[in-house]
């Protein structure tokens, strides 16, 4: 409290080569301990960057929250994910088709999450959403058509039972997808799933 006007005093003379406008340096007239405070408008900078941010938060909200065109950043980064795992399994996928190198594929539990999505997609409809069989057989249970080692469940969808309403998905996926599928199969096989009764021969060990 004991020298109200120094302060302002020494703050003047630090601005004081800017030009005082009418308003700039005005004092507000109250005072805290000898402390007192100009009335000063924000520099010119800091307006036009608040202003800036503020648009561009807007903009930013409708794009990618309302429009739905933009895509969020979790979902690139999902993608991203889902990329780098493909990658990954990549040298793997590239393995001749065999029991070991699909079993390597079914150990696989990101690419097998993955891979339900396909299933959903393509299969689901004849098979169920979990393979439990709808118009297909039952993947789940123990009983097998067309065999039920990796690699004959690989050549079913590879090449299809068209006469019976199988689709070849070789003609229609890439390589990579078909093996992911079998792969997928594999750990849906033996979870007897309640669904489409058992048809074929029943497999001693999957
Ligand atoms: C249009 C319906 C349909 C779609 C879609 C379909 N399937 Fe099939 N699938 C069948 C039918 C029908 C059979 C039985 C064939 C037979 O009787 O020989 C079958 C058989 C199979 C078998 C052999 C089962 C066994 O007992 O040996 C496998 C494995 C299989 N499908 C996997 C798939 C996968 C994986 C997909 C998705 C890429 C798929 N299917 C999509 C209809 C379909």
């Known amino acids: 409290m004991s020298d109200g006007s120094s302060a302002p005093d020494s703050a003047r003379s630090r601005v004081g080569s800017e030009p005082a406008g009418d308003d700039h340096d005005q004092l507000l007239d109250h005072e805290y301990d000898g402390i007192r405070e100009y009335d000063n408008p924000l520099?010119?900078?800091?307006?036009?960057?608040?202003?800036?941010?503020?648009?561009?938060?807007?903009?930013?909200?409708?794009?990618?929250?309302?429009?739905?065109?933009?895509e969020s950043v979790a979902a690139a980064y999902d993608a991203e994910v889902a990329d780098a795992r493909e990658q990954q399994a990549k040298t793997t996928?590239?393995?001749?088709?065999?029991?070991?190198?699909?079993?390597?594929?079914?150990?696989?539990?990101?690419?097998?999450?993955?891979?339900?999505?396909?299933?959903?997609?393509?299969?689901?409809?004849?098979?169920?959403d979990r393979g439990q069989g709808v118009i297909g057989p039952n993947l789940t249970d123990s009983a097998w058509l067309h065999g039920s080692r990796l690699s004959d469940i690989f050549v079913v969808i590879n090449e299809g039972v068209l006469a019976k309403g199988m689709?070849?998905?070789?003609?229609?996926?890439?390589?990579?997808?078909?093996?992911?599928?079998?792969?997928?199969?594999?750990?849906q096989r033996g979870k007897a799933i309640p669904g489409k009764a058992p048809e074929g021969i029943v497999a001693t060990a999957p």
Not at 57 to 62: E, G, L, N, P, W
Not at 106 to 115: C, H, N, R, V
């Open 93 to 128: 996928l590239a393995e001749p088709v065999s029991e070991e190198s699909l079993s390597k594929l079914m150990a696989d539990e990101a690419l097998m999450t993955d891979t339900n999505a396909l299933f959903a997609l393509r299969c689901a409809p004849c098979h169920g």
């Open 167 to 187: 689709p070849a998905w070789g003609k229609q996926l890439s390589p990579i997808e078909v093996r992911k599928l079998a792969a997928f199969v594999g750990t």
């Open 43 to 70: 520099p010119r900078w800091w307006v036009w960057m608040f202003a800036g941010s503020f648009w561009f938060s807007v903009a930013y909200f409708f794009q990618y929250h309302l429009s739905g065109n933009g």
